[in-house]
Nanobody, 121 residues
Framework: QVQLVESGGDSVQAGGSLRLSCVVSRFTRYMGWFRQAPGKDPEGIALLKDNGAITYADSVKGRFIILKDNGKTTLYLDMHNLKPEDTAKYYC??????????????????RGQGTQVTVSS
């Protein structure tokens, strides 16, 4: 079993930055972030594998950074140049076997409760 607790969501203006944190009970092979806006399907946006491989969705590439602190067992998502279309509830998720595929992050075995990000224009 893996426990994940997100924090850091807030309301910001377009162009701003936020750091989301996800404290985990332990890291797994695949650690990722996905988001879901009202009325939309969940979107996997950033994924980190235990060998250091990283991939991003095109919608956030160049603006978001996924990283982890092994000492604090915390996964982060640094978000820059935020846009109104980034408004969503953000979740971190973990799995050991579902693969290094962004689209699978929402189906990962373990996830947190989510944290809301709202970007105003």
């Amino acid at each position: 079993q893996v426990q994940l607790v997100e924090s850091g969501g807030d309301s910001v203006q377009a162009g701003g930055s936020l750091r989301l944190s996800c404290v985990v009970s332990r890291f797994t092979r695949y650690m990722g972030w996905f988001r879901q806006a009202p009325g939309k399907d969940p979107e996997g946006i950033a994924l980190l594998k235990d060998n250091g491989a990283i991939t991003y969705a095109d919608s956030v590439k160049g603006r978001f950074i996924i990283l982890k602190d092994n000492g604090k067992t915390t996964l982060y998502l640094d978000m820059h140049n935020l846009k109104p279309e980034d408004t969503a509830k953000y979740y971190c998720a973990a799995d050991n076997s579902r693969g290094f595929v962004l689209g699978r992050i929402p189906t990962y075995t373990w996830r947190g409760q989510g944290t809301q990000v709202t970007v105003s224009s």
